[in-house]
Nanobody, 123 residues
Framework: VQLQASGGGLVQAGGSLRLSCAASGRTFSIRALGWFRQAPGKEREFVAILRWSGGSTYYGDSVKGRFTISRDNAKNTVYLQMNSLKPEDTAVYYC?????????????????WGQGTLVTVSS
């Protein structure tokens, strides 16, 4: 499985960005697809995940109500719409895929990772 992330950039606090993650290769093995982030000096943090079968979504506490994960099945792509961005959302955002049917929120349980995309929120 290969993951290609895009959509990061610089935005002012209160603004919005949309990230995209396109999956290719053995996509039939994917059970969950979503996003983690890592700020300088901090551990990788769970942001949002979508269960590929059924479409259930799960969010980290720090982004609930502001971020929305969605998908385009035909394109094997998930999107992360980020609204009301805060400076503390500044991080490198990583797309991740898991073949684990339990849809874990721990980063170490994810088999595949895309390259990171930097999101910078200025105050």
């Amino acid at each position: 499985v290969q993951l290609q992330a895009s959509g990061g950039g610089l935005v002012q606090a209160g603004g919005s960005l949309r990230l995209s993650c396109a999956a290719s290769g053995r996509t039939f093995s994917i059970r969950a697809l979503g996003w983690f982030r890592q700020a300088p000096g901090k551990e990788r943090e769970f942001v949002a995940i979508l269960r590929w079968s059924g479409g259930s979504t799960y969010y980290g506490d720090s982004v609930k109500g502001r971020f929305t994960i969605s998908r385009d099945n035909a394109k094997n792509t998930v999107y992360l719409q980020m609204n009301s961005l805060k400076p503390e959302d500044t991080a490198v955002y990583y797309c991740a895929a898991s073949t684990n049917p339990l849809v874990p929120t721990e980063a170490y349980r994810y088999n595949y990772w895309g390259q990171g995309t930097l999101v910078t929120v200025s105050s």
